[in-house]
């Protein structure tokens, strides 16, 4: 008699299907209406987004980093997925609002995370290792996408424009990396922050970059095609996954002249460190 295959999961705490519906390459994530709170800061990702990949990245009562954690996204979704989390932020205010949201979903949710850890350290990613961080089980970030908030013809940017309550860029600090003007700086500079992970991952952890290629004056720069092929020679490269949006309206960039795509997709992109 044949006999049942025993499921072994060392990687997370799924069912076998919760585990395959996670493995499609790409999936449709519309960001549910952002909070008055989170609003002013120019681009966050969604706590659902964080928590999808959180569960499927770790396992219950593991440790998640983000060094460049906004407003707070991942740690509100390694809460509400019993993960211990740790967020660096540049920019004070967000990272203020980020201490200040989770200290409202500690009340939301009661006892069952009054032994989570989660932590905002305000401060500069590139010094990650003076932070005297634990043991980090996987990784989950977004950084900003080049100097794309300076660009006056976004056309989220004009829409900001008009309420001088939401920031148009994260900072003016010079150490945001959103300030910096030439793109191979700041890729070198990106890939600087991530190739000091290694020093606090535990082998075998995964880490997820939510990035963009970028289009700028008529031209593409390949960012996540660049990470994947410039992080590949210190993590081993996974895949992608694309996170695709389908409720932004359609723009006739270039209509009779060019090809202009609309850009609604993101990367996930997936490396695991396998020293
Ligand atoms: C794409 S946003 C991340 C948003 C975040 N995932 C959220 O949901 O709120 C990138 C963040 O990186 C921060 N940042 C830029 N340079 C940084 C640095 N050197 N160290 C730490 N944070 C930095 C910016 O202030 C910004 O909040």
């Known amino acids: 008699m044949a006999r049942k295959r025993i499921f072994r999961n060392r990687l997370n705490n799924l069912s076998p299907k919760e585990w395959i519906k996670f493995q499609k390459s790409w999936f449709i994530h519309d960001p549910p209406r952002r909070r008055e709170e989170v609003l002013r800061h ?7 987004l964080a928590y999808e990949f959180v569960e499927f990245f770790s396992k219950g009562g593991q440790t998640i980093l983000d060094p460049m954690v906004g407003t707070g996204s991942t740690l509100i979704a390694c ?10 932020e540049l920019n004070p205010t967000y990272a203020d609002i980020a201490r200040e949201l989770v ?9 069952s995370v009054h032994h989570l850890k989660a932590e905002v350290i305000t401060g500069d990613a590139a010094l990650l ?3 005297n961080l634990p043991t980090i089980d996987y990784v989950f970030t977004s950084p900003p996408y080049w100097d794309m908030l ?4 976004a056309q ?3 829409k900001r424009r008009s309420s001088p309550e939401l920031d148009l860029t994260y900072s003016e600090d010079p150490v945001d990396l959103g300030n910096i003007a030439d793109y191979e700086t700041f890729l070198d500079r990106l890939i600087q922050i991530y190739a000091l992970l290694p020093s606090i991952l535990r082998p075998k952890a995964y880490v997820t970059i ?4 970028i289009k700028k004056g008529g031209k593409i720069y390949p960012l996540a095609w660049d990470l994947g092929k410039r992080l590949g020679e210190i993590f ?3 895949d992608e996954r694309i996170w695709c949006q389908d409720d932004i309206r359609l723009a006739p960039y270039g209509m009779g002249n060019a090809w202009v795509s609309n850009t609604f997709h993101h990367y996930c992109l997936q490396f695991r460190y396998e020293p």
């Open 79 to 88: 809460l509400r997925a019993g993960r211990h989390s740790i967020g660096i």
């Open 150 to 153: 300076h660009a006056h013809g």
């Open 129 to 131: 290792l003076d932070y």
């Open 210 to 213: 939510i990035v963009k290629n």
């Open 156 to 158: 989220t940017q004009r």
């Open 103 to 111: 200290k409202e979903e500690r009340e939301n949710l009661l006892d």
């Open 42 to 48: 120019p681009a966050k990702f969604p706590e659902s």
């Open 236 to 238: 081993t490269l996974k």
